[in-house]
């Protein structure tokens, strides 16, 4: 059976770095989280401005409550270029994806896999990529400009 479109991808360290910076924050709670941890750095820099000296600038406090927040992402980026580095298999690959009636075939320098459209567990959109996630921690990434825009509408219509 023919394919119906054609993209590729190359992986390296940006786009996996990307891909675990942004998919969690669309597909799960980690969103919330985030901003909870963040509401809860207010509270308790509220708290220790009432209980600590009196002469501590406002700064310290706010440095608190955005310092805190960097850091995490830092150590999240970090944590992602360790993994990359560790494991050959993400490191030069390239994918090739074609897209069927009924599923999509993405074809690496490591596997090919085929992968029923109804297996797609969520369709992740941002301005540059599409991310097909097929588990809450397991997908493709897909970059727009390697696409047709035939491509693109139709990758949009599999959220449906």
Do not use: W
């Amino acid at each position: 059976m023919p394919f119906l479109h054609q993209t590729f991808t190359d992986y390296n360290l940006e786009e996996f770095t990307r891909f675990n910076m942004i998919v969690p924050f669309r597909i799960s709670k980690f969103r919330s989280k985030f901003l909870t941890v963040c509401y809860i750095l207010m509270i308790f820099s509220g708290f220790l401005r009432v209980f600590t000296d009196p002469g501590t600038s406002a700064f310290t406090y706010l440095l608190i409550v955005f310092a805190i927040p960097l850091v995490l992402v830092y150590v999240s980026k970090r944590q992602c270029r360790k993994v990359y580095n560790t494991n050959p298999e993400l490191q030069n690959r390239h994918s090739v994806m074609r897209f069927y009636e009924d599923h999509l075939q993405e074809t690496s320098n490591h596997q090919s896999v085929d992968i029923p459209y109804s297996s797609i567990a969520h369709l992740v959109e941002t301005r540059t990529h599409f991310y097909l996630m097929t588990a809450a921690n397991q997908g493709m990434i897909i970059v727009k400009a390697n696409c047709s825009a035939e491509l693109i509408q139709f990758i949009r219509g599999l959220k449906k």
